[in-house]
């Protein structure tokens, strides 16, 4: 299993800002000769992914003088209509989840896949892949196949973390969760028959444009990206985190939340982002710099869910809302106030634009202003 | 997906004796001028799972006279020690699936992926899986990493088949189930990082040998043949079919009862000997062989299975026996009786014999020990 981040990271920060700044195997002089003992915050996410990602212990943070230089914005056209875009590309997306789904026998099963693969949603991860596709020189026909295949993945992980011995919710998606509106051997089985079905989708050579535009090369790594952020070291190790944390009764630390969120959250929009830059023939450069945006984005993605719970009413998230403040769950506004929580989230908003700096100024369109999106997001 | 059978199938049916006689996308004229009047016990095996594959409806069974030539057995020496192969793979197997699953962090979920992986049983998909690469002219490095990764669907499908919203078993391989020795979620959780870990071994390039024997347009269609394996078109259909015809109270018929069987157990066997073939370098024509052998054998298995549940004790079956018999589900010898059950395994043994001729007489002993085996197990 290939990592972008080697066993020595970099990280500076101010505030909760996270810069990855240098990311090799060795120590970099500039790295190993910088004081850090002016920064009062430390940010560990990196860090953290890292040594799990590479089984070590959580490795020694080394620190260097944070940029005071604002991180650069890409310039992107104002008139971008990110509205139409994603209506745009939420019908394309769907229009495809249909059709890899049919009515066939049996019907319970499939009518329950159906329930909640259809059941609306904003579609984000599908069209981050379709983003990153585009950003990479790809066409739209290339990474539909892993558009549909994130989305399934998405849609299980929802069912199966719904489930009473799980999160035990009976809402989703503003209708009755899986398990409810069926029963949970179905709602099980639904999430297993997704699962594979995903990799089905994604391995299917005739979902693919016939000009062998996408090759088996690049099919066999999109496989692998996409189990890899599935199993025990993704969206498993992130959900079995959150059960162990909710049970301890204590809160769980900074650390360990961003292990939780990294994992259950974070390492779909990265796969789909990557998924989406492997199939449209992006380099490895090109890959790991859209891995970190989608990194960024993907922690962002639950600091703002963690901040809606406590702010918004089930009714207007589709969902039971102030959840995580009735149980005794440990949230980013639980650890660090709503204030701080926010500041945070900016601060992984300009990092994760920063990553996109030197790509085309207006194929990133759609991913500055997704991830624009996640932040600011009222539900 | 690709089907290996068409819309028109021609069984011939002594008792309840199999021929995968003619398979074709148009009747032939020897088939449709048959008559078949004179058959007294029709089996519909091949002709339900075509219509279910190809998602029509049951197509008309079409019967050419039955074949009263004996099939041809092919020759196997004698001298083929079974139970030391079997012995000498289960432990190459046992090796290759503890490498797989190191006990990494989460520590809980990777102990429960291991104690239900690790928990011995005999190994029959991946032996079959190495057998089949072996008999297609491949070497067994070739096949290591899809025999790890039928193993873990199997284990993953056991797991969530035991739970307490599906079979509610609390007895596996001797030993309480993966929810009895841990919980309910982590059960369903290791479940799934299995499911997604069997596609990641199955697609990581570095499992595989340095000299390129397998390509990624290898990898890519073993990908897609596991991933329709497992779904709502196998192992999840025939739980879904099983559990609802459990529901019903009423006895299912043997069209069900096949439908069942041929999906829950059938379709994993199906897969690991196909895969292995296509690993392996085998031909469409070979592969297709190997298919029909695998789906032999796989019914065999559950007939065997249903037969077992009967005859044994939980102390000998290592699981609890007599279920079948005191639910109302809707078994071989329940629907048959015992002894005409026993008939139907001896022909389909047979007929798995019979799809090997052709192969290499040496290299095809484990396969041929195997169908044996799975027929005369006592557990």
Do not use: W
Request: proline residues 5%.
């Amino acid at each position: 299993m290939a990592s972008s981040l080697g066993p020595y990271i970099y990280c500076t920060s101010v505030g909760h800002r996270v810069h990855f700044a240098s990311l090799s195997s060795r120590p970099t002089t500039a790295a190993t000769t910088a004081a850090p003992r002016s920064l009062a915050t430390k940010t560990r996410v990196a860090i953290v992914a890292a040594a799990h990602r590479l089984r070590l212990p959580p490795p020694k943070v080394m620190e260097v003088e944070p940029s005071l230089a604002p991180s650069a914005e890409p310039a992107v056209a104002a008139a971008f209509d990110f509205k139409g875009y994603m209506l745009e590309k939420a019908v394309a997306v769907n229009s495809a989840l249909d059709a890899a789904v049919p009515l066939a026998h049996p019907k319970r099963i499939h009518e329950a896949m159906r329930y909640s693969l259809l059941a609306g949603g904003k579609r984000v991860r599908p069209v981050l892949c379709l983003a990153a596709c585009d950003v990479a020189g790809g066409r739209e026909s290339q990474a539909m196949p892993a558009a549909v295949a994130v989305e399934m993945i998405h849609t299980m992980s929802l069912i199966h973390d719904d489930l009473p011995c799980m999160d035990d919710d009976d809402l989703r998606r503003g209708r009755p969760s899986c398990h409810r509106a069926f029963d949970e051997a179905t709602a099980v089985l639904a999430g297993d028959a997704l699962l594979a079905l995903a990799f089905g989708h994604l391995s299917d050579l005739t979902c693919y444009p016939a000009d062998g535009s996408v090759s088996p090369d690049q099919i066999v790594r999109a496989v692998g990206e996409l189990a890899r952020c599935v199993g025990a070291e993704g969206l498993v190790a992130g959900q079995v985190a959150d059960l162990e944390a909710t049970g301890l009764g204590t809160p769980v630390n900074q650390e360990q939340l961003e292990f939780i969120h990294l994992h259950k959250t974070a390492v779909l929009l990265e796969a789909s982002v990557v998924i989406g830059a492997i199939v449209g023939g992006a380099s490895d450069d090109q890959i790991e710099r859209l891995r970190k945006y989608a990194r960024c984005i993907g922690l962002l993605f639950q600091v703002v869910d963690d901040i809606l719970d406590v702010t918004k009413s089930s009714e207007e998230l589709g969902k039971t809302a102030g959840k995580d403040l009735a149980s005794d769950k440990t949230t980013y506004p639980k650890l660090l106030g709503l204030e701080k929580s926010r500041e945070f989230a900016e601060e992984l908003l300009k990092e994760s634009r920063s990553q996109l700096s030197g790509f085309d100024a207006i194929k990133i369109a759609p991913l500055v202003h997704l991830a624009d999106y996640i932040a600011y997001r009222q539900k």
